[in-house]
């Protein structure tokens, strides 16, 4: 048996100097030492059972090329020793402008740790904070006149696991995490890498036949949930973790630039967070604020224009093939400042155009819906991905057949707003050169959100998704829009870190496969209960769900099939949190279960509360939410490839209080995959203490509403 | 005996089929054939005399990472047949914005070639263009569907030399060409780059042994003057030469990206002309315009706020050391955001007050100087090199001890306009971000000119001063500036290439070895008559000359001296054509040698006519001209270390007019060493016809200015 009761390494090392601090429950304590070479090094448990054995930190520095000849630049990775450490407690209730819940409390213990290298003259902090749910550390740097700036070859922070842990991962890619997730004990990782196929997904460059993506999510052969993330990751690379799958230890890798080299840092400065939540029970890693509560308090003033959305978009028919972004087929590539678009011969083709975002625009307006998405509306697309095209798009310039006032005018009209489309095609420099004048033309015609995109590989070349400049590119891009009143919903940027409590103008983000990958094969039926464990950790994902019509082949040549039931689809608007919410499908699709649209008519996208009922990762996940300022309450639930039994008992509702519940659930016999459509509507009177037993078909799920009376 | 007459060649290869061309006069031959395999080979005579032997032309190209798999890119270096060639003349004048010359002559002989790869099903087009002073040859790329996106893995158009010439040659780097020229035999180019102490200047990254930079300008031991650059560089890296030195053959050398690929192409493309310059008489090495010639008409309409201009500014007190650009020493590094420069304590050494920078008004204004330059005004300086610092500038916010708009109101007040100042420290992403923000506030306080610097290495990080991603981004600022009616003097930019002549608001660039070097070591006297037939046939130089207290030991604790005689400098108004000339000393320096100064105060920057008199390069170089819309003319000298003794014939003058002759020379004894500034000052009526000897010391020169009465 590995794991091994942490009073006793404990007490095995009490000979060296350390310090503790435990969570205000006292169930999650933390020890730090330093070795006899003084290097830092820490552990933690939970319960009194070990969650990380001690391990290293420390930063590797590179040999700036700037450094004097000869001068070898000294790590900061030993040689420490300890002049002070301070032990704090926090406790704060804070409002985020949208979320899961209406309040948020930020809890936490905290150890600093000053350290001092004698040998370099520098002093860093190492800061803990410790949650009921976890723990975060970090590196400061304060400003000194022996540490100004320095280039970081590579952080060494060091996770030791206590077991071969089953893990659901990523392989470690610098510029993609659309892959399928792996489940595999630690000790299989490396050999899993080997069959290249399992990826789904042709980019990946593998760093490492260990190399995992974070939030990697765990559980132990004795019960603990684990999950190690990193939070406000600002200025800063994205961190992987590599495995030495020898001694079942996770060492941070960060995410290069053309260079090779890992970070540009001048004092004063500090690392990101880097996080470990642990639980026993498997709910209270979704339930958890720790990545939240670790960034900092919102930097906006006036966030009134901040706002949860319900949205649909002229999108799922190309995704699917059915029209096109691009206008015309009719030159090899094109250069924007040399075509003359009204000569330019259409490709009949084209989806954004007047007449069907029109169509749109109504099908919004009488659904609640509260903005509409057009992707191809503007110059640029005939040739935009994978070419190392520079100027690749302008931002400002429509198609011929789009009329951008027009449309905006007939949306108002009609109480719905156009969101906007800025793919990047990860040209950005091209992007940043046009992105004054890109939020501007929103401003003018009343945009206030927009969708971008960063398809393939960076320009400036040799970059990577989820480097340094590239994470401050993305940042930069929010706190431009925030200056123009703008929401931002990046789609391929880096995994999030929580930074949406701090500009909640960023109201999604992609960064992990989408439902656009069940029009290119499918993902697996467990994705969706995995990605609340993993991805959606730092952030909401706008994963854009609602695909009822789930076989395409009905209304499209495209062979594919989405891998839920169509019931299942509904419960993706409650299992995976957004403030954001696309209806995903045609119009036309939605007229034909019009019943079944009702929910996503329905169902909010802001809560005040939120109660996860079940959870157990890439099994099933129930999960019970508060509509915002209401007294209506949605449940939802989504399983994997087996179905599910789920008992949900209606203890959250007011006493003595009725609900209309109206329950969409998978008739009898339907599957994913050979009865996919086949779902029950019923309605019934409810009151707190009900309990409803529903039952989830493979690949399925439920939905309910519970109106109050 | 290597030399071979051409017309032997052309007999021996007549066999093979082939183009020729021939320059209007004939004196310049061009000859095009492919070789049995297919290579496009070229050669090249003047006055019957082979300049170029037979030499191949094509473009290796990179395997993309886009491309499909197992496919091998083929590049586009042989398996070539013709299809079509045209030959055609060009013959118009046409009238720069500013110049030597109110006019220029464009007219030259046109071969076009079409070639077919039928392997690839591609084809290209090499076009040559033949004047009497040399020739221009490019690749065009025509859109076409087997043929859209490429990679460029290197270009190998070949310059095969006819023998051992002596050359005048930098050493190759993609970063810098601020390095003394040297002087060798092509044979010795090998040995000289062992002796790294010649380059003078730390940041030589050598990619060859035999790697050199262009222009390079030769002679043969026959007396054929041959000079290799290239024209119109636009989205494309810069070229160098790569000698192999067996053969004596040139190869195409370019610049890579930050992932060592040199240049991305979409069709339709052409590169950059590839010039070579011949004459037997050097004067026509500097009174060729081939390169401007080659350039794009100029692409702005109104042009009428482009101005030659005659400057001073705080500058050359903190070269030399007295003063600082940075206002506080307080810090170990600063961030701008974190700053309160109003509580920061100064250094007492901000050379950019409002007190002094009134005086360079106050100075401007006397002596007839349109603008007066400031460096340091803007924070951010405290930190501003070579520390890999991203957020280094925001180009906006002066130091408390400048006051912004008294100044401009001030300047503006007496006639003078502020010069307004941008190094970016390379952090080119940091100044793209801040550009329009900082291009508006120049047109709100009222400057029409930027220097704009490049210290330091280029952020995006990997990338290079001469990838063809950074020659977009120095010609974006330059359009972007254009949109606000600023003139452009671009400071360690990339070697021009004559695109003034396009964009005629691109006033100066630095890209070589300036006179801030007299006060970091000195510069070889012979630098300023090398520099003409090399660096300045791109486009002109701030060169800062008028240093006329060469002792800066006089005024400061800088042990260095200027390696020219008083006047020397004086002379380079009229050696080193530019229309942004700086008077380069401080004010005090002009009051001790006011009669001196005066020379300063009259030249013209602007010309009507230019009459390269006397030519030898790195020897002495003579030049009359005259100024824009005057019948005034100036006469410059400048020799190397060895004196010159110069007659010049004043048949350019008109017949029958008297003109005040003011002659500024080296006083008897004068010599840039020993005794720099013996200077006399005479004065006599001159006419058409009439002959001055002049005697310049070693280091020195001679000024004359010739006032029609």
Chains 1, 2 share one sequence.
């Not at 490396?190 to 974070?214: C, K, L, M």
């Not at 994705?527 to 854009?544: A, C, E, K, N, S």
């Not at 209806?583 to 034909?592: Q, V």
Request: net charge negative; charged share 25%; glycine share 6%.
């Amino acid at each position: 048996m590995r794991l091994h009761l942490f009073i006793a390494s404990l007490l095995c090392s009490a000979a060296a100097l350390g310090q503790e601090v435990s969570s205000p429950d006292g169930n999650v304590r933390l020890r730090f030492s330093l070795t006899a070479a003084g290097q830092p090094t820490y552990e933690m448990s939970y319960k009194g059972w070990a969650v990380v054995k001690p391990s290293h930190l420390g930063l590797e520095l590179a040999k700036d090329s700037h450094a004097s000849k000869g001068m070898r630049e000294t790590s900061l990775m030993d040689g420490f020793t300890e002049t002070a450490h301070r032990t704090t407690t926090f406790d704060e209730t804070w409002k985020p402008v949208w979320g899961e819940t209406a309040t948020i409390r930020n809890h936490y213990n905290e150890l600093a740790v000053d350290l001092a290298q004698p040998s370099s003259k520098r002093t860093m902090t190492i800061r803990f904070r410790v949650y009921d749910d976890g723990m975060g550390l970090r590196y400061e740097f304060p400003q000194q006149d022996s540490l100004v700036y320095f280039v970081i070859k590579d952080e060494h922070t060091q996770f030791a696991m206590t077991g071969d842990h089953t893990a659901w991962w990523l392989p470690g890619d610098y510029d993609t995490q659309e892959q399928e997730t792996q489940e595999s004990r630690l000790s299989e990782i490396r050999t899993r890498f080997h069959d290249a196929v399992n990826w789904s997904n042709s980019s990946v460059s593998v760093f490492s036949p260990t190399g995992v993506q974070t939030s990697l999510q765990m559980k132990s052969r004795d019960g603990l949930y684990i999950n190690i993330h990193e939070a406000a990751c600002v200025d800063y690379a994205t961190m992987h973790l590599n495995l030495d799958d020898k001694n079942l230890v996770f060492d941070s890798w960060l995410t290069p630039d053309a260079t090779g080299m890992k970070g540009y840092m001048q004092t004063p400065c500090q690392t990101p967070w880097r996080t470990v939540m642990v639980s026993d029970d498997a709910r209270d890693m979704l339930s958890s604020n720790l990545i939240l509560n670790l960034n900092e308090p919102c930097k906006i003033e006036d966030t009134s224009w901040i706002h949860p959305t319900k949205y649909c978009g002229v999108w799922w028919e190309m995704i699917v093939g059915k029209s096109s972004w691009n206008y015309t087929d009719e030159f090899p590539s094109i250069k924007l400042d040399q075509i003359d678009w009204s000569k330019a011969k259409p490709n009949g083709r084209h989806a954004a155009n007047t007449a069907k975002v029109k169509q749109y625009i109504d099908f919004a307006a009488r659904n609640g819906l509260q903005q509409v998405l057009v992707e191809g509306w503007n110059v640029g697309w005939e040739d935009w991905a994978n070419h190392w095209k520079q100027d690749v798009f302008d931002f400002v310039t429509p198609y011929p057949d789009f009329d951008l006032k027009a449309l905006n005018d007939y949306a108002h009209s009609k109480g719905v707003k156009l969101m906007m489309h800025h793919e990047t095609s990860s040209s950005v420099q091209n992007y940043e050169r046009h992105m004054e004048r890109a939020y501007q033309l929103m401003n003018r015609y009343g945009y206030d959100a927009v969708k971008s995109g960063y398809v393939g590989d960076i320009i400036p070349r040799g970059d990577h998704h989820y480097s340094q400049s590239m994470n401050n590119h993305y940042l930069y891009c929010v706190k431009e829009a925030a200056r123009h009143h703008i929401m931002v919903n990046a789609h391929e940027a880096t995994r999030p870190t929580g930074l949406c409590r701090t500009w909640p103008n960023l109201v999604g983000n992609e960064s992990a496969r989408g439902t656009e990958y069940e029009a290119f094969g499918g993902s697996q039926p467990n994705h969706t209960v995995i990605l609340p464990f993993t991805r959606l950790q730092g952030g909401p994902m706008d994963y854009t769900p609602g695909i009822l019509e789930t076989q395409l082949k009905t209304w499209s040549d495209n062979p594919n099939y989405v891998h839920t039931t169509l019931v299942g689809q509904l419960a993706l608007y409650l299992v995976m949190y957004s403030p954001l919410q696309m209806a995903a499908d045609l119009p036309e699709n939605y007229a034909k279960y019009d019943d079944a649209f009702q929910f996503i008519r329905d169902v909010a996208c802001d809560w005040d509360d939120s109660r996860y009922l079940e959870a157990e990762p890439a099994r099933y996940i129930t999960v019970a939410r508060k509509a915002k300022g209401t007294d209506n309450w949605f449940v939802g639930g989504k399983c994997d490839e087996h179905g599910h039994q789920s008992t949900v008992k209606l203890d959250f509702l007011d006493n003595g209080r009725c609900y209309d519940c109206t329950i969409y659930a998978d008739a009898k016999g339907a599957d994913y995959e050979k009865n996919p459509k086949a779902y029950t509507i019923t309605r019934r009177t409810v009151k707190h203490g009900d309990v409803l037993k529903l039952t989830e078909a493979r690949g399925g799920g439920f939905a309910v509403s519970l109106m109050a009376k």
